[in-house]
């Protein structure tokens, strides 16, 4: 089983930074694909980016592309997402996944790719 436990969400102002963080434990990590999702309120959950597991390969949503950047540190099992210029659109809880093993690029973007979830860590973009 993979626990995943994200971290660094809070509230800033409009056109401010974050950075969260996805540790995942029991799990060999370097091998698995891992994405973050994001769930606004009354609104369905959406893909916001992904990362392979070997060569790094990634891919943004449109809104985001620019704006935010994936990395992933594979000696700590933790993926990072740095948030920039944001936008009280960006407001949402964000959600940490795990795929069984690396998925294609093509796949990324959907939810069904990811087998583990973390509990989520809310960002609020407000001034």
């Known amino acids: 089983q993979v626990q995943l436990v994200e971290s660094g969400g809070g509230l800033v102002q409009p056109g401010g930074s974050l950075r969260l963080s996805c540790v995942a434990s029991?799990?060999?990590?370097?091998?698995?694909?891992m994405a973050w999702f994001r769930q606004a309120p009354g609104k369905v959950r959406e893909f916001v980016t992904a990362i392979r597991s070997s060569v790094g390969d990634t891919v943004y949503a449109n809104a985001v592309k620019g704006r935010f950047t994936i990395s992933r540190d594979n000696a700590k099992s933790t993926v990072y997402l740095k948030m920039s210029n944001l936008k009280p659109d960006d407001t949402a809880g964000y959600y940490c996944?795990?795929?069984?093993?690396?998925?294609?690029?093509?796949?990324?973007?959907?939810?069904?790719?990811?087998?583990?979830w973390g509990q989520g860590t809310q960002v609020t973009v407000s001034s």
């Open positions: 029991g799990t060999t990590f370097s091998s698995r694909s």
């Open positions: 996944a795990a795929a069984r093993g690396q998925v294609i690029l093509s796949a990324s973007r959907s939810e069904n790719s990811y087998d583990f």
